[in-house]
Nanobody, 118 residues
């Protein structure tokens, strides 16, 4: 059984910062690509940032220059540092990963709420 467990969400004022973490656990051989998605009320889920096992990162245009994705392969953990946050960043943030167990499977975390409001 593989799980992705997110942490670090909460309430932050505009211009503030939060750091999300997502740890993969269970019977894991290798964690390949990892990423963060978000879904705001009434909107579709969208990719925020992704990172390969080798550390190559990709960002949505809306967060470039403000968010940074990173990972620790030894801990099977991905992070999302969110700076200069805006009210439009308010959403449920989901972790996603391609994980090799007995096969290659895509997993989702349970989601963590991020609210940017004064």
């Amino acid at each position: 059984q593989v799980q992705l467990v997110e942490s670090g969400g909460g309430l932050v004022q505009p211009g503030g910062s939060l750091r999300l973490s997502c740890a993969a656990s269970g019977s894991i051989f290798t964690v390949y690509g990892m990423g963060w998605y978000r879904q705001a009320p009434g909107k579709q889920r969208e990719l925020v940032a992704s990172i390969t096992r080798g550390g190559s990162a990709n960002y949505a245009d809306s967060v470039k220059g403000r968010f940074t994705i990173s990972r620790d392969n030894a801990k099977n953990t991905v992070y999302l540092q969110m700076n200069s946050q805006k009210p439009e960043d308010t959403a449920v943030y989901y972790c996603n990963a391609d994980i090799a167990t007995t096969g290659l499977v895509n997993y989702w975390g349970q989601g963590t709420q991020v609210t940017v409001s004064s």
